[in-house]
């Protein structure tokens, strides 16, 4: 599934505008500059694919992604900036709930949680409207290579009780880290069973 080229195909910002559902999709969600673009570029193995950036909420758009003929890897806008105008924000929220009921190729979405931070209140924001949608998903925790092992387990366990409370949240998690390359390949073949 990995084996493929890996391309930027459209940033959508209405339903009307998502690609036919005639592949594998799968999103990832979480805060801003939680690591979301990173983690794709990392898992196609294409630096600069998905911009990773400094400035947080640069990615306003879902951004679709090809990787090879058979998978979609879909980068959804970050959530949790400040100062975002709350009409912006209203209107990305009823997009997110929109395509995260509504698209039937979509078998699982990744929510990305910072490794140092756990779930944060904004966090559970989007994990109660994922109980609420038709997808099953799974935390990523990003950015493993800036935590220490007492520090990874404090907030392991954290999470895991915070998922412990969503009866659509799949129980075994992803400790990655894209800088570094940690479960990187744990997640190419968790992605590759869903096909
Ligand atoms: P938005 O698009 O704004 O929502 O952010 P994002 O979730 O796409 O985050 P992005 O991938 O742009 O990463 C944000 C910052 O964190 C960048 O400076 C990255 O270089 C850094 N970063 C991402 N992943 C890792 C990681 O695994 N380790 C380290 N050390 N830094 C990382
Ligand atoms: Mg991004």
């Not at 799968?26 to 911009?51: D, E, H, P, Q």
């Not at 699982?108 to 779930?119: E, K, P, S, T, W």
């Not at 659509?168 to 869903?194: C, F, H, N, Q, W």
Request: charged share 25%; net charge positive; hydrophobic share 40%.
């Amino acid at each position: 599934l990995f084996a493929g080229q890996s391309e930027f195909l459209k940033g959508v910002v209405a339903m009307s505008g998502l690609p036919p559902a005639d592949r594998l999709e799968i999103c990832f969600a979480g805060r801003s500059n939680v690591g979301k673009s990173s983690l794709i570029n990392a898992l196609t193995g294409t630096r600069g694919l998905a911009r990773a950036s400094n400035t947080p909420g640069r990615t306003q758009e879902i951004n679709f992604f090809t990787q090879g003929p058979d998978l979609y890897l879909v980068d959804l806008p970050g959530y949790g900036f400040a100062n975002a105008p709350l009409p912006v924000v209203e209107k990305w929220q009823r997009l997110l709930k929109q395509y995260l009921s509504g698209r039937p190729s979509l078998r699982r979405a990744f929510v990305l949680i910072d490794a140092r931070h756990g779930v944060k209140p904004v966090d559970e924001e989007i994990l109660s409207l994922l109980d609420r949608s038709a997808v099953t998903f799974q935390c990523v925790l990003t950015k493993a290579d800036k935590v220490k092992e007492k520090e990874r387990d404090r907030v392991l366990a954290q999470v895991r009780a915070a998922l412990a409370r969503h009866p659509a949240a799949y129980p075994e998690m992803v400790l990655t880290s894209s800088e570094k390359g940690d479960g990187i390949a744990t997640l190419r073949s968790i992605i590759a069973g869903l096909a």
